[in-house]
């Protein structure tokens, strides 16, 4: 089964960017995954679906600020000109066989 | 536009049962699966399971086997997630969300409480 490693935290000053990571596990590297954005007391929120070729569909709305790329086994979410909202918990998502979904443990990001 | 719209807030006591609606909108119902998630507090999202409503077909993820049912009704384009043999950790705010991971519902918060 497909695990998605994500780190608990990062943090980023406002205005910089931060670049956010999640690691396919071994044997899986070619699968693509969705980035969600989860701000404190909300729903998650679709941002891209990344796939594989390192092309990505945006969600509605999403700002050019968020892109996403990849190198290997690694999936990128990087976000420009850090807003204070853009604070939240960030969670990487992919597709198992039989249309499973597997979560990353999401990273919280903290705008400093 | 496309809307997930989720019944209310549960509040039940261990070992009941809970069913939730997700009653879709703004595209055809049939064309995607519905996929359940739950996130309990302070917690991160886990997948409990999906339907396809076309066909009926369900998969559930192993830990909740026998506990979780999905079920739909076409003519109201609506989806519904029982939870059964509820305990205090499935306290937790579930969420319908449509298969391509773009749209989801706003969440029903399910407390299990003696």
């Known amino acids: 089964q497909v695990v998605l490693t994500q780190p608990p935290s990062a943090s980023a000053s406002l205005g910089t960017s931060v670049k956010l990571t999640c690691t396919l596990s071994s044997g899986h590297i070619s699968y693509a995954i969705a980035w969600y954005q989860q701000q404190p007391e909300k729903g998650p929120r679709f941002l891209m679906k990344l796939n594989s070729d390192g092309s990505h569909i945006k969600g509605d709305g999403i700002p050019d600020r968020f892109s996403g790329y990849i190198s290997g086994a690694e999936r990128y979410l990087t976000i420009s000109s850090l807003q204070s909202d853009d604070e939240a918990d960030y969670y990487c998502q992919t597709w198992d066989t039989g249309a499973y979904w597997v979560f990353g443990i999401g990273t919280r990001l903290t705008v400093l | 536009q496309v809307q997930l719209m989720q019944s209310g807030a549960e509040v039940r006591k261990p070992g009941a049962s809970v069913k939730v609606s997700c009653k879709t909108s703004g595209y055809t119902f049939t064309d995607y699966s519905i996929h359940w998630v739950r996130q309990a507090p302070g917690q991160g999202l886990e997948w409990m399971g999906w339907?396809?409503?076309?066909?009926?077909?369900?998969n559930y993820a192993q830990r909740f086997h026998g506990r979780v049912t999905l079920t739909r009704d076409t003519s109201i384009s609506t989806v519904y997630m029982e939870l059964s043999r509820l305990r205090s950790d499935d306290t937790a705010v579930y969420y319908c969300?449509?298969?391509?991971?773009?749209?989801w519902g706003q969440g029903t918060l399910v407390t299990v409480s003696s």
């Open positions: 339907i396809n409503p076309h066909s009926g077909a369900k």
């Open positions: 969300a449509r298969g391509d991971s773009k749209s």
